[in-house]
């Protein structure tokens, strides 16, 4: 009994393989595979995210931001107005970021951080918050106070290995869209960089980061950040790169925070890297009378 049903089932594999009556194909659309592939080394990769990190000291960049709230988990999305703005970074860790009101051009959000704690103004509700660059165990349910100026500095430069890290490669590709106008896409493989280190000195490696590099460029096309439970926490991803000087720096940036359900849209339309700055560029008065929240 056991052959013959082995043999039913033969016989029927072979009416379904080669019957038209059981299939069904349907036509995508074709991927090919990109032109003028580049290849490079795990310590060829290393050396250019580091020697691109080096190469910026200091960067005042002309911005338009556009930030949403929501998601799946809320039914709904929030999409705020654009805001344009400048972004003033100055190694090792001091960052300001000045968001302007649409027509009026006046302060709408005033943020900066020497890396440590930052304090944020914003004057059309007459309130500031302070507090550390590390948000609390127990987050805001408001994902815009979640936000903090590291989130800033981390997507806008991408470090090198860091000490104590250990660092693999994968490969892997993705499809794109060479040119927005038409709906071509095609096919490029990449490199994806893996930073990771050791839990408690075992055998257990907990991942830091993944930098996503295009191989037709060799230059990175998104970074995701993990936090100590391996969760994603910002995803950040990077087009439209241009020269500025010697240094190739994305224009389009967009940031994303899954466990918020926060999205941050960044269009740099001018970018000055390597100016002088003074300290003062990165000193917030808070006015008497206004309101102060602190955050752990």
């Known amino acids: 009994m056991t052959r013959v049903r082995w043999r039913a089932g033969v016989l029927l594999g072979a009416v379904l393989l080669t019957s038209g009556c059981f299939r069904h194909t349907y036509r995508v659309q074709k991927a090919p595979p990109i032109a003028n592939v580049k290849s490079a080394t795990l310590d060829e990769l290393i050396h250019q995210i580091q020697g691109r990190f080096d190469a910026i000291k200091t960067m005042n960049a002309s911005v338009d931001i556009v930030a949403?709230?929501?998601?799946?988990k809320q039914g709904k999305v929030t999409v705020y107005t654009t805001f344009s703005g400048y972004i003033l970074l100055r190694k090792p860790e001091d960052l300001r970021v000045l968001l302007l009101l649409p027509l009026l051009h006046t302060t709408a959000l005033d943020m900066v951080t020497d890396g440590k704690t930052f304090k944020m103004r914003i004057p059309p509700q007459n309130r500031a918050i302070t507090g550390t660059n590390?948000?609390?165990?127990?987050?805001?349910?408001?994902?815009?106070?979640?936000?903090?100026?590291?989130?800033?500095?981390?997507?806008?430069?991408?470090?090198?290995?860091q000490p104590g890290e250990l660092v693999a490669i994968t490969s892997d590709e993705r499809m794109i869209q060479p040119d927005p106008k038409k709906k071509e896409m095609v096919s490029e493989p990449d490199y994806d960089v893996s930073l990771f280190t050791q839990k408690n000195g075992g055998v257990e490696l907990a991942t830091h980061r993944v930098i996503h590099?295009?191989?037709?460029?060799?230059?990175?096309?998104?970074?995701?950040?993990?936090?100590?439970?391996?969760?994603?926490?910002?995803?950040?991803?990077?087009?439209?790169?241009?020269?500025?000087?010697?240094?190739?720096?994305?224009?389009?940036?967009?940031?994303?925070?899954?466990?918020?359900?926060?999205?941050?849209?960044?269009?740099?339309t001018k970018v000055s890297p390597n100016q002088e700055m003074e300290n003062d560029q990165f000193e917030l008065t808070i006015p008497q009378g206004t309101q102060v929240r602190q955050l752990p």
Do not use: C, H, W
């Open 213 to 268: 590099i295009g191989r037709s460029t060799l230059l990175p096309y998104a970074q995701d950040i993990y936090d100590g439970e391996g969760r994603v926490v910002t995803r950040a991803t990077y087009e439209g790169y241009q020269k500025f000087g010697d240094i190739d720096f994305p224009t389009r940036i967009t940031i994303e925070r899954p466990l918020d359900e926060l999205k941050i849209a960044m269009t740099l």
């Open 134 to 161: 590390q948000v609390a165990t127990t987050p805001s349910k408001n994902p815009l106070e979640n936000l903090r100026p590291a989130v800033f500095y981390d997507s806008l430069l991408i470090k090198g290995v």
């Open 68 to 72: 949403s709230t929501g998601g799946s």
